[in-house]
């Protein structure tokens, strides 16, 4: 009798597991498929003979081939939150916590130019998904607009500008560079954004006062100076011939 409650308490996290794995096998098989032959190219009988699922399965997680996108989006709101987290732990600057934002919310989206032109019509193709993204992104200039507000009460980001405007301009950078270097023949996406999030900060940086962190092992100790330069983030230094293409 043991044995068989037990049996039956864990079946539920099994189940969930399961289901979480197939849902991201079929994105998975979804995203590559759209990257190699278009959105508008790819049926949902494509995606689910290359994620190996049956078409109710593929129904069962998705009413439409556009609901798929809505994965993504989860996913980005996800990088958000984990900035937001590290803004709070303290240990970051908001300048590397801001730069490492924008490059991982441009790098599942980005993976080529082809699957960026894709995404772009997609996400606009079908009402409900077009709410939800949008809804989304509306969560995600939120948690954006907290990161900056602990920016500006560090020192690090002028205080005289709404972080909900800040928040909205770095959505707009994120998305207008993604669409204008997938409209190119090639490029390097990581630069791009790198260009970008140097011109974001030249306009939000305070000029006062920079917070530089000294990080120790249980914190980190921080330093205020008059500094007129953004503090450089070791995570996505570019070469300056890397931009050559901008």
């Known amino acids: 009798m ?4 037990k049996h039956v308490k864990e079946a539920p996290g099994r189940r969930e597991r399961r289901r979480v794995e197939t849902r991201e096998k079929i ?3 979804a995203m590559q498929l759209f990257a ?7 049926t949902t ?3 689910t003979e290359a994620a190996d699922v049956g078409q109710g399965t593929f129904f069962n997680y998705f009413p439409t081939k556009q609901h798929v996108l809505t994965v993504l989006t989860e996913k ?8 937001r987290q590290e803004t709070e732990a303290g240990e970051i600057p908001i300048h590397d916590v801001l730069n490492r ?8 989206p980005g993976k080529s130019q082809a699957l960026t032109r894709s995404l772009m019509a997609a996400f606009l193709s079908n009402d409900e998904v077009r709410k939800f993204v949008r809804d989304t992104m509306a969560r995600g200039r939120e948690n954006v607009g907290e990161i900056i507000t602990q920016g500006q009460r560090r020192g690090e980001i002028r205080p005289d500008l709404k972080p909900a405007d800040l928040a909205m301009t770095f959505q707009r950078n994120v998305i207008g560079t993604l669409l204008l270097w997938a409209m190119q023949n090639e490029g390097d996406l990581d630069a791009w954004i790198e260009k970008t999030f140097n011109d974001f900060w030249r306009m939000v940086e305070s000029k006062e006062q920079v917070i530089h962190y000294s990080g120790t092992s ?10 007129n330069s953004a503090p450089q983030s070791s995570s996505f230094r570019r070469k300056s011939q890397g931009t050559k293409d901008l």
Do not use: P
């Open 2 to 5: 043991t044995v068989g409650r």
């Open 27 to 29: 994105f998975r098989a």
């Open 36 to 42: 190699e032959r278009g959105f508008f190219q790819t």
């Open 45 to 47: 009988e494509d995606i």
């Open 76 to 83: 980005q709101i996800e990088k958000v939150m984990q900035a």
């Open 101 to 108: 934002l924008m490059h991982r919310i441009a790098q599942e």
């Open 218 to 227: 249980t914190g980190s100790r921080l330093q205020r100076k008059n500094n």
